[in-house]
Every structure is written in structure tokens, then in C-alpha cells.
């Protein structure tokens, strides 16, 4: 049984259509890496899954609460420590996971520093702490090693790791290679076709014409 699935999927970026015909399915314990140039749609997909967004086309199946996404921000509150971001996450989400995660993301000696003292690759790391504590099984991630360095890139590919050994799941789009037994999925045959071909983008224009 599939924990999120898209069905003959097509999305649009600010009103354009990137991508269309799109379908996959992830299970307990695999992980699915988007790949595709710049610009292909790989956010917009992303917020799509994560429900930021409707698609223009399709389905999007998950259980209720089950996704946790991670996108490019950081979305740390700069004015509280590491240890009071991650408890206002839990307390969100209903967990008591903040210890557990502030070490797993090689936090602890950081957990009463002001996040707005911290650099880009620790703010990345706090940032990427919050998936611990959402007790999420659905990981949705845009490019999550960005500012990282070499040590913390293998530092977070063990977490997800550890996640898809305890049943979760993850969708990752990334250029960098986490040591993840994944499925890659190359997003460039599945580019909205320009309107004169007759892709998704015709119809869309016609329906707004």
C-alpha cells in the first residue's frame, strides 16, 4: 500500500503549466529522487504534493496529516533558540521528539543559541531538525542539503536513512547524492507541452481565453 501517490498529474507555475501526465507511487521504506533541470517544475511540484497548491490536472493521494514538507526556506524563527524553534514545532505537530532531534541533527551544542546567530548551514540544519519532531511518515523535500557541508550531507542522509527503515517515506528533489537506496525519477519527459501541440497548456488557455 502506496503512502502517497500521484495519478496522471499536471501542475502549473504561476498560471503556466510546467508539467503534465505525471504518476508514481511510494510505499513504506523507499524514497523516490526528483531530477530535471532548472526550471523544469520540480518546487512546483513539490508544493503541489505538499497540498500548497491544487494541480491543474489529477491526483495527489495521502493519508490525512501524513506529508511533512521541507522547502527552501529555512522557516526558523529568528528570535528563539534552536531548542524553543523546534518545541514550538512540536508543540505544533503534538510530539515530544525536540531532544532526539536536536542530536540526531548535531545540534545539541547549539540548542540555546538565538537562530538568528546561527550560519546558513546551521539554520539549514535546525530547518531540516523540524521533520524529526512533525512524527510525520511523508517526507516532501526541495533540495534540503543546500548550505550544507560535506560532513552534514552524510550526516542527513543517515536521518533519512533511519526514516525509511521505521516505515516513512520521502520525496526528494536534489542534484546531490545522499547514499539512498532510491528511485530516480527524470522529470523531463514529463514537460507541459507548448499549446500548439495540444498539451495541458491548450486547454488551460482556451478555458481562460
Do not use: C
Amino acid at each position: 500500500m502506496s503512502l502517497l501517490s500521484a495519478h496522471d498529474l499536471a501542475v502549473a507555475r504561476a498560471g503556466v503549466p510546467v508539467l503534465e501526465g505525471l504518476s508514481f507511487a511510494l510505499t513504506a521504506g523507499r524514497a523516490l529522487v526528483l531530477r530535471g533541470p532548472n526550471g523544469i517544475g520540480k518546487t512546483t511540484l513539490l508544493r503541489t504534493i505538499a497540498g500548497l497548491q491544487p494541480p491543474l490536472q489529477g491526483q495527489v493521494q495521502a493519508a490525512p496529516e501524513a506529508v511533512a514538507y521541507a522547502a527552501h526556506a529555512d522557516g526558523v524563527k529568528a528570535t528563539l533558540s534552536v531548542a524553543e524553534n523546534l518545541t514550538f514545532w512540536a508543540q505544533v505537530f503534538g510530539t515530544d521528539t525536540v531532544g532526539a532531534a536536536i542530536d540526531r541533527m548535531n545540534l545539541r551544542d547549539l540548542a540555546d543559541r538565538r537562530a538568528a546567530n546561527l550560519s546558513a548551514g546551521q539554520k539549514r540544519r535546525l530547518g531540516l531538525a523540524r521533520l524529526l519532531v512533525t512524527g510525520r511518515p511523508v517526507w516532501v523535500m526541495d533540495e534540503p542539503t543546500v548550505s550544507l557541508d560535506v560532513a552534514s550531507v552524510r550526516l542527513f542522509g543517515d536521518v533519512v536513512r533511519d526514516h525509511l527503515a521505521a516505515g516513512g517515506t520521502a520525496l526528494i528533489a536534489t542534484h546531490i547524492d545522499l547514499g539512498l537506496d532510491a528511485d530516480v525519477l527524470d522529470l523531463s519527459p514529463f514537460k507541459a507541452r507548448p499549446a500548439a501541440q495540444g498539451g495541458i497548456a491548450s486547454a488551460f488557455d482556451e478555458a481562460f481565453a
